[in-house]
């Protein structure tokens, strides 16, 4: 019986040292932003749309801080692309072709910290070619994606559906 009760203890440690796996996305989250104009699907190109503080200055990533990305520089949003079998950022068609960014499609992205404070932030909205009124929207910590399941213990158990992105409708000036 003591060596029954000693090999399940035994078991029971050697499975706690077993590193857990890990996901590609850990320490990661992205924000996503649909911006399109009022009654329309496509998402308008060539913004300008950047992380703001509470005085509506650009927020930079001191020390890769808030990203893993550009350190030293303003957090700014691009655009998701489409890449090759290969990883290759492609700009002609190909059959298959898949998002850079998996979990969005055609949709403007920042790649932040998984413990990036996104309830101190706004995102500013901006138009180069004045066509489009600019726009400063509060972000919350709902609206980074949970990717791995290790972090899904902190998404929310009711109200918004997470991993969605958020939705700019955007003003003609």
Known sequence: ???????????????????????????????????????????V?????????SL?????????????????KPLQF????QIDENGNKITTENPKARWFFPYAKDNYLLSVAATFPADNF???????NKKYKTQIIQLFAFNMYVLCA???????QFGRK????IDVVLERR
Request: charged content about 25%; some cysteine.
């Open 122 to 128: 706004s995102v500013k909205i901006e138009d180069p």
């Open 162 to 165: 997470a991993n969605r992105p």
């Open 150 to 156: 290790s972090q899904s213990d902190k998404t929310v």
């Open 45 to 53: 190109k060539n913004l300008k749309i950047t992380v703001v503080d």
């Open 56 to 72: 509506g200055k650009e927020v930079i990533n001191l020390n890769n801080i808030y990203s893993f990305r550009d350190s030293d």
């Open 78 to 81: 691009s655009m998701n692309y």
């Open 1 to 43: 019986m003591r060596y029954l009760i000693f090999l399940f203890f035994l078991t029971i440690s050697v499975k706690a040292q077993i590193p857990a796996m890990h996901c590609g996305f850990d320490f990661t989250s992205y924000l996503v932003l649909d911006v399109h104009e009022d009654g329309k699907k496509e998402n």
